[in-house]
C-alpha cells in the first residue's frame, strides 16, 4: 500500500478531509500522474460527495497503469504523447484484446479515443460486445471508438497512396490520422505510372499541413511528392510488388535514398506509426 493510500483513508472530520485532499495532490503530483484538470475534477466531486474518497484514491492510482498481468495498460501516454495507448491486435488473443479495451474504457474520467489496429472480424466482435460505438474498417483491419470530435490538429494531413494496391496501409495512416483529432483527407491511386493523375490535386497537396505518401514497388511517388510541396513527406514503403521487391524493402531503400529533402521514412506497411509523426507535427 502506498503511503498516500494510508494517510488519505485516516480521515474522519471536514479539517482531516482538507489534508487529506491535498495529500493526494501531493501524491499525484510525486507521481506524476495527472494533469491538473482532472485531477481538480476529482477533488472537486469529492467535495460535492459525489466520490468517495476511497474511489478517488482508486482512480489516482490507476493513472500510471493498470497490471492485467497480461497487459500494463498505460493511462498515462495520452497525458505525456497527446494520444491513448494504442492497440495492436496482431498476435493477441480476442480475450486480451477485450480485456486491455475494457481497461480503457473503465477509466471514467477520461474521454479519449481507443484504437485498436491490425484486428480482424473475430477481435471486433469481442470489442462489440464491450461497446456498442465500435467500429470495424475491414479494408485496414483497424476498429475504432470515437468518444471525443476534439480537433487537436492545426492543418489537414493528405494521404496519398500511389497505387489501389496500396490503400490498406494508406487507410490506416488515415484512420488514424483522424481518431488522433486532425482533419485528413485521401488522395488514392496517383502514382508515377499515370503522373498527370497527381498533377491534377497540386492544389490539394499545395494546402496539406503534412503529407503521408505511401508506395509499393520502386517507391518512387514520395520523391515526386517531396519535389512539389514545402512541407514535411512520410514515406510508407509497402510490401505490394513482385519478387524483386523484396516483401516492400526494394521500396523502403528508394524511399530512404530520395532526393527530396523533405522526405522522411517509417517502416514498412506502418501506416500508422506515419499518421501518429504526422500528428504530432501537425500539432505543434
Known sequence: MER?????????NASQDGRNEARVIEFAAAKELMEPRELLKILQRVKEKKLSPEEALRRVKHLPFED???AKVDHH??????FSEVVFAK????????EIVKAMLRKKDSRHNVLITRADVKAFAAVKRISKG??????????T?????AKTG??????????TSDIPVAEEALLTARIMGNDAEHLYD???????????HKDKLAHARVIICVAGMEGALPSVVGGLVAVPVIAVPTSVGYGASFGGVAALLGMLNSCASNVTVVNIDNGFGAACVASCINRL
Open 4 to 12: 498516500g493510500e494510508t494517510q488519505f483513508r485516516s480521515g474522519g
Open 68 to 70: 492485467l498481468d497480461f
Open 77 to 82: 501516454r495520452a497525458l505525456r504523447q497527446g
Open 91 to 98: 498476435g493477441k488473443t480476442t480475450g486480451q484484446v477485450a
Open 134 to 143: 465500435a467500429k470495424f474498417h475491414p479494408l485496414s483491419g483497424v476498429i
Open 145 to 149: 471508438i470515437e468518444r471525443n470530435g
Open 154 to 163: 492545426k492543418g489537414t494531413i493528405v494521404v496519398v497512396s500511389a497505387g
Open 190 to 200: 496517383v502514382g508515377v505510372a499515370g503522373i498527370h493523375r497527381l498533377l491534377q
